[in-house]
């Protein structure tokens, strides 16, 4: 199976276990802890029962990968129809002014008592926005599928945080909110027990970075031969592209003695 499917060993028995854990497949081995016998190997006979459940989620990804181009499309529509409404006021202000400004027939009020109340009033709401999102729970950051996938999948650290039936929900095709949840409270406890970074470091690795953060946790505590967690996670977070940083170490981490098997 490595060989047909370009994948190392350790990765194979990883899908196996998660595959009969989520009751796909039943693996049956001979006294010896072999296939060789007959009756011993894999039995796809599950596979078989399921062919609709596997019809269904292929048709669902099907439309939902549809509906996400659909979703492009039309932003690319609205974003040329905004460049569209752009270019002709451009053009309606440039004739407006060649043609001698703006009328000045029309008095004006000024309802700007103090001459500097605007800037402070724009830089309180600044200085308040700041301080929202420096509060933002992680529920309100865009999940980042492709980095919890493989979070959920690469790192026994996690995986010890999780149960089984959360593990097999992660890694199909839409994760429910509970079971996202049970990752940021996981990630959470790892960095509060494993790695101990100052909160407020945190918190604004967490606003900048959002999810790929969290995997940056994960990394820091999974690769081998990392003697301070806390040190290499506070330098991989200064990071400016933190998220293709941690993809590759995230599947770094698949060669390494972790996983399922």
Known sequence: LAEITGKNERSIRRALALLEANHWIIRRYTETNTRASGNAGIDLRPVAARLYELRQAENFLEEKIEAARECKRQERDDLAQLEARKQAQDGHDKEQKESGGE?????RKSYKLNPGSTNLVQSGASQAKLGQRSNNPVSDIDVDTEILFLMVQVSPTLQKQLTAAELCELVGPEPSGTAIQ?????VRWILTNQVKLRPAVWRVALDKHGWAAMAAVVVAVDRQGVRDPAAYLYSMLKAARLRDTVRHSLR???GQEAGYA
């Open 103 to 107: 009328d000045s027939s029309v008095h």
């Open 182 to 186: 049970s990752v940021v409270s996981a």
């Open 252 to 254: 770094a981490l698949e």
